[in-house]
């Protein structure tokens, strides 16, 4: 026989006030049992009862570092898509319906898509091999710098003058790799909210490892105009957001597989390495720390003659302009940027569209006729006119005196303030 223990257990010869006595209809009450744990002093006792939620709570259970277990793991979850929903495959298609598409949530892939694709690069460029070795070499490095015994930089600043073609020139070796980037721009360095641009770019950087890691493709974080956001430019003030990109950058440079963007570390939690690209047209106007010879690899992109034909000429095959063609503009306008040479193309389409209104009515109907048309009807179809020399010619010497136009109005500014001082 086992001694019951009296400071641990009572005997209540009645059932108390649990079930009252008006809904128990019986003519004798027989005896039963109550078993109550003790609690160890009234002091403990109040304070566990403000503390706890519940009785029955799991959410306060503590895990073996007095820490709440299920917040801590639901921090740390290695899964961390929320947005499933009802997806064609992983419930019954039944259920899954077909009026809005496969997946419920239609706005799925464009919240989650932040790489690149280059579907609308149709066509043959040319791609400067100055250009595409410097950048490949640089992509391939990051990328087996757990094999080489030397010091990679992370960062690949591409810098040069305006409108030289280096954004789209990295684009165009971006497609011909087969790389899925994640690109940002410079407009993305600033928020009204303290530290938003630095975990943007973590995010990013994070995002471009997980594009290597699930898809199996090449990835790398792509800036643009990065002097733009960061740069200093005259009595410009460097506010929060930039001191913490440059050190967001800083640190990925220095620790480019242990990126944080808030969650608890763990040992499991490593980034894959991925190379990042800048471009801008002054990096002397950047953080100086950031752009020393460990951490970003400088490269000035200025295309010689050979580059400019090569590159205008693609773009003007098509028009039926030949090469030597190309040569006498580049010689009639020489020392131009690469834009200059795409804005005379798209000038010789003034005169077509001006015509093309006409068509439709003249200027007076421009707002009925673009925005408010019937259903059934149709704008005149726009043709576009035809490429040749002379009409190439005739736009660049527009382009050149709207040019020397703007020259002459910063030369009378910068004289009159002097006059003023």
């Known amino acids: 026989m086992v001694a019951l223990d009296t400071t641990r257990f009572s005997f209540v010869s009645t059932l108390s006030t649990n079930f009252p006595s008006k809904s128990v209809n019986r003519t004798t009450k027989p005896p039963s049992l109550s078993v109550s744990c003790s609690k160890s002093s009234d002091k403990d006792s109040n304070d566990g009862e403000s503390k706890r939620l519940s009785k029955q709570s799991s959410w306060e259970t503590k895990d073996s570092e007095g820490n709440d277990y299920l917040y801590r793991l639901g921090k740390e979850a290695e899964n961390m898509n929320i947005a ?6 992983i419930i019954d ?8 598409g496969r997946d419920s949530d239609i706005v799925f892939d464009y919240r989650q898509k932040v790489t690149r694709s280059f579907e609308y690069l149709q066509g043959d460029y040319y791609i400067a091999p100055l250009f595409m070795d410097k950048v490949v070499c640089h992509i391939v490095k990051n990328y087996i710098a757990h ?8 960062i690949l600043g591409i810098w040069g003058g305006k409108g030289q073609g280096k954004s789209f020139q990295t684009e165009l070796i971006f497609q011909a790799m087969g790389i899925e980037p994640v690109i940002m721009s410079a407009g993305e360095l600033e928020s009204e909210r303290a530290g938003e641009p630095g975990k943007l770019i973590r995010e990013r950087y994070r995002t471009a490892s997980q594009v290597v890691q699930n898809q199996g493709k090449m990835s790398c974080l792509m800036i643009n105009d990065i002097d733009a956001g960061l740069g200093r430019f005259g009595n410009t003030q460097m506010t929060v957001n930039n001191q913490i990109v440059v050190g967001t950058l800083m640190n ?3 620790n480019p597989t242990r990126v ?4 608890d570390w763990r040992e499991s939690d490593v980034t894959n390495r991925i190379p990042i690209i800048f471009t801008g047209n002054d990096l002397s106007t950047i953080y100086a720390p950031l752009i020393r010879d460990g951490r970003m ?9 050979e580059d400019i034909v090569n590159i205008v000429h693609r773009t003007y095959e098509k028009d039926g302009i030949s090469r030597d063609e190309v040569i006498s503009i580049v010689n009639t306008f020489p020392n131009q940027a690469l834009d200059f040479y795409g804005a005379l193309r798209s000038r010789t389409y003034d005169r077509s569209i001006s015509k093309w209104i ?16 019937k259903k059934d009807e149709k704008l005149p179809v726009f043709t576009p006119p035809e490429q040749t020399v002379e009409a190439l010619f005739e736009s660049g010497y527009s382009l050149l005196r709207e040019q020397q136009l703007i020259m002459e109005t910063k030369l ?10």
Not at 260 to 263: A, K, T
């Open 84 to 89: 499933v929903g009802a997806r064609s495959g």
């Open 93 to 100: 298609d039944l259920f899954a319906g077909n009026f809005l």
């Open 147 to 154: 094999l080489l015994n030397i010091k990679v930089p992370l």
């Open 252 to 254: 990925l440079s220095d």
């Open 260 to 263: 944080s963007i808030g969650q």
């Open 297 to 305: 690899e400088k490269f000035f992109w200025q295309p010689n003659l």
């Open 358 to 373: 006409d068509d439709i009515g003249g200027v007076e109907n421009l707002g009925c006729k673009l925005l408010k048309q």
């Open 412 to 421: 009378s500014k910068v004289y009159m303030k002097n006059i003023d001082d």
